[in-house]
């Protein structure tokens, strides 16, 4: 092959970074769940294909994707109240497998449930026709979409590091994570933290899905490859830390990516070699605390 | 009156049988026994192919045009009154599940043929379990391993195309046009290595320059860290040898990342129910092979026959180049038990052997040595504009008519003849 170049390389990393934003968008929505409600939310990769379907559906009808960036997070957001409210409240204090097993039948639920309405077979998804093409972005040529989901990942960041470390609803589910007995004695309604906590999160996997459509197209399994990296990013970054998740999943992303330069062959066991790396070295991950899973 | 009895349906055919004064009649006819065949359990092809995964849009027209074959059968009376049924499964692309699906379809259902499969990998499980059992299968998804005298067993027959005639085809027809300096992008498992080797055999012809060949593995969702590569290499000819989903995001990421401006990216396959799930904007341009295109219409009355037949069943849909496939691997099977007029696996073997025939798309035959079907390739090209319905979608760049010359000797397959 031939030689590589700085260019190269640094279109390689920044193409890294690109895809580890993707992968923090997903999984942070993971990542919050676990942390304020120790839930393992299994459905994570369901909630988010849902997000593309619905988005699909929205357009379909003659809605276009920058009504569908707003509208399905809030759409998805209320259908992970329901959620949350009906299915997984009753099983708070059984022990983490409970909800664990709940959000994994789930997931096969809402597929399949998709499946009956959408069918078995995949749609296409256009890019906006502002954001198709590719810009030079000094080292290369970039799709301006691919960009675009950086951006709105940032602007999703600091939207919820605002909300959680600048508002008093903030404070109160950072102090319902730490000691909900507390706060319950201190006269909160810790179930309604938990209920927007669940909400907020699913909310994010609806809008990652939708961002993620135009780049693969719609299918009703699309969550599933996608859940399996994200466990990896939160488990790397450290179960339930948000920071975490964003450096793990930005982390991951260079990972693949330079092992895709090297040896592409490696690019998907590279994401569990780092993790295993990271779990011998560091088994908490990140900035996880420890003993939060038992 | 014995004729029509057999034309009738089956519940009056049952009625009738009852009856004391029919049996009594036809004691004496000379029909008797093709009215008890008739009461016989019906032939049964099992079809194992791979309804949810990443080629589920291409499986579901096999589905569908295979139970086209198995209507024909029946409305044209089947086997002297004998019905045909078609016993689907799904081998979910996984040939441990195939194989259990196929034993299944074997043992517990006791199918008569097995025709199926939609990947390189998982057909030869399947013909595993059958040639052990001595099953007839027909396959309908490329593979170069499965003509083999290693996989070969009498009972396997290919209806498909494989990947040496495909990127044969395609090879000529590419190397020639638009250039020397070919990278791969290749999915890592049989079909993709198979491709690329045709490619390459093909290349010393036209002496093509290899500037590499990036692997992915089969379900891959992001391209986007293998392209800047790709890009990189700054070949002529970008030759992507993957499948289903898999073509579909590569060919739709490949065009954001803009390397159709500069580069002509070709396929072995290009798979029209991917065409139709990833849309016009990603296919657009692409140059590739293919074993049908409903638009060869005009050329074949049989490929006419076909597509109304589709049609009528179908809503007014087109049959696909794997839904074609699905149709002529279970009509050449059941074309063969009425030439046998039985469905015993020898006389069948013997019925397909001797069958040159025109179902769908020009005249077809399967080899002696290794049951190949000797068939016609078509050279195609995706387009986005000019489309005169939503199956309007290819143009048909140029056709290599079937002959052997283009496919691997029955030598160097390993076999004696």
């Known amino acids: 092959m031939a030689g590589l170049s700085f260019d190269l390389i640094a279109l390689q990393l920044f193409a890294g970074l690109a895809l580890g934003a993707i992968y923090v968008l997903f999984a942070i929505g993971l990542s919050l769940i676990f942390g304020m409600l120790t839930v393992v939310n299994f459905a994570h990769g369901a909630f988010y294909m849902v997000g593309a379907y619905v988005g699909l559906y929205l357009i379909s009808i003659g809605g276009n994707f920058w009504i569908c960036l707003l509208a399905v997070p809030i759409l998805i957001g209320l259908f992970g109240l329901a959620v949350e409210r009906v299915l997984i409240r009753p099983l708070y204090g059984r022990g983490i497998d409970y909800p664990l097993l709940l959000t994994f039948g789930l997931s096969y639920v809402m597929v399949e449930c998709v499946r009956i309405a959408f069918g078995k077979t995949g749609y296409p998804f256009d890019t906006p026709e502002v954001l198709q093409g590719a810009v030079n972005i000094g080292?290369?040529?970039?799709?301006?979409?691919?960009?675009?989901?950086?951006?709105?990942?940032?602007?999703?960041?600091?939207?919820?590091?605002?909300?959680?470390?600048?508002?008093?609803?903030?404070?109160?589910?950072?102090?319902?994570?730490?000691?909900?007995?507390?706060?319950?004695?201190?006269?909160?309604?810790?179930?309604?933290?938990?209920?927007?906590?669940?909400?907020?999160?699913?909310?994010?996997?609806?809008?990652?899905?939708?961002?993620?459509?135009?780049?693969?197209?719609?299918?009703?399994?699309?969550?599933?490859?996608?859940?399996?990296?994200?466990?990896?990013?939160?488990?790397?970054?450290?179960?339930?830390?948000?920071?975490?998740?964003?450096?793990?999943?930005?982390?991951?992303?260079?990972?693949?990516?330079?092992?895709?330069?090297?040896?592409?062959?490696?690019a998907k066991v590279s994401i569990f070699a780092l993790m295993a790396i990271v779990l011998i070295v560091r088994p908490q991950g990140f900035f996880g605390r420890a003993g939060l899973m038992s | 009156m014995t004729s029509k009895v057999i034309k009738a349906g089956s519940i009056s055919r049952r009625r009738l049988l009852t009856t004391a004064s029919a049996g009594a009649a036809l004691a004496v006819s000379p029909f008797r026994i093709n009215l008890l065949q008739a009461e016989e359990a019906p032939i049964k092809i099992g079809f194992p192919v791979p309804l949810t995964g990443p080629y589920g849009a291409e499986a579901q027209d096999q589905v569908?045009?295979?139970?086209?074959?198995?209507?024909?059968?029946?409305?044209?009376?089947?086997?002297?009154?004998?019905?045909?049924?078609?016993?689907?499964?799904?081998?979910?692309?996984?040939?441990?599940?195939?194989?259990?699906?196929?034993?299944?379809?074997?043992?517990?259902?006791?199918?008569?043929?097995?025709?199926?499969?939609?990947?390189?990998?998982?057909?030869?499980?399947?013909?595993?379990?059958?040639?052990?059992?001595?099953?007839?299968?027909?396959?309908?998804?490329?593979?170069?391993?499965?003509?083999?005298?290693?996989?070969?067993?009498?009972?396997?027959?290919?209806?498909?195309?494989?990947?040496?005639?495909?990127?044969?085809?395609?090879?000529?027809?590419?190397?020639?046009?638009?250039?020397?300096?070919?990278?791969?992008?290749?999915?890592?498992?049989?079909?993709?290595?198979e491709m690329v080797r045709g490619f390459l055999e093909v290349g010393k012809e036209f002496n093509i320059e290899n500037l590499g060949d990036i692997r992915h593995p089969l379900g891959t969702t992001d391209f986007s860290t293998l392209l800047p590569r790709l890009q990189a290499l700054k070949p002529d000819i970008l030759c992507i040898s993957n499948f289903g989903r898999d073509q579909q995001i590569a060919l739709k990421q490949a065009t954001d990342f803009?390397?159709?401006?500069?580069?002509?990216?070709?396929?072995?396959?290009?798979?029209?129910?991917?065409?139709?799930?990833?849309?016009?904007?990603?296919?657009?341009?692409?140059?590739?092979?293919c074993s049908f295109y409903w638009g060869i219409e005009d050329k074949f009355a049989s490929t006419k026959a076909f597509n109304d037949a589709f049609r009528k069943m179908y809503d007014g849909k087109l049959p696909t180049d794997y839904g074609a496939l699905g149709y002529g691997g279970v009509r050449t099977v059941l074309e063969a038990v009425k030439g046998a007029g039985s469905v015993e696996t020898d006389k069948v073997v013997a019925a397909l052997e001797a069958l040159k025939y025109d179902y769908y798309k020009g005249p077809q035959y399967y080899r002696k040595c290794d049951h190949q079907s000797v068939q016609s390739v078509l050279v195609i090209k995706s387009k986005s504009k000019d489309m005169k319905n939503e199956s309007d979608v290819f143009e048909v760049l140029s056709t290599e008519e079937p002959d052997e010359k283009y496919l691997r000797s029955c030598e160097a397959l390993g076999h004696k003849s």
């Open chain 1, 139 to 266: 080292v290369g040529y970039f799709p301006l979409y691919r960009l675009f989901v950086i951006g709105a990942t940032a602007v999703v960041l600091l939207a919820l590091w605002l909300f959680l470390e600048k508002t008093s609803f903030g404070l109160i589910i950072r102090a319902g994570a730490r000691d909900p007995q507390i706060v319950r004695v201190l006269g909160v309604d810790v179930s309604r933290v938990w209920l927007i906590v669940f909400g907020i999160g699913t909310a994010i996997a609806g809008l990652a899905g939708l961002l993620a459509a135009p780049l693969q197209g719609v299918i009703p399994e699309m969550g599933g490859t996608i859940l399996a990296e994200a466990f990896v990013v939160t488990v790397v970054g450290g179960m339930g830390s948000i920071g975490g998740a964003v450096l793990a999943g930005l982390l991951v992303g260079v990972v693949v990516s330079m092992t895709s330069l090297f040896a592409p062959e490696m």
């Open chain 2, 64 to 193: 569908r045009a295979g139970q086209l074959a198995v209507a024909q059968f029946n409305d044209a009376g089947g086997l002297n009154g004998r019905k045909a049924e078609l016993v689907v499964r799904d081998d979910k692309l996984n040939p441990g599940e195939a194989a259990t699906r196929t034993l299944e379809l074997v043992e517990k259902e006791k199918v008569n043929f097995v025709v199926g499969s939609l990947s390189a990998a998982v057909q030869l499980a399947i013909n595993n379990v059958t040639k052990e059992r001595g099953v007839i299968f027909n396959s309908i998804s490329q593979s170069d391993a499965i003509n083999e005298a290693a996989d070969f067993s009498k009972y396997t027959f290919h209806e498909a195309l494989n990947p040496h005639m495909t990127s044969g085809a395609v090879g000529r027809y590419a190397f020639a046009k638009f250039g020397k300096k070919v990278a791969f992008l290749t999915a890592d498992y049989a079909y993709g290595h």
């Open chain 2, 258 to 289: 803009g390397i159709k401006k500069s580069i002509q990216i070709i396929a072995p396959l290009l798979s029209h129910a991917s065409r139709v799930a990833a849309g016009p904007q990603a296919f657009d341009g692409v140059v590739g092979g």
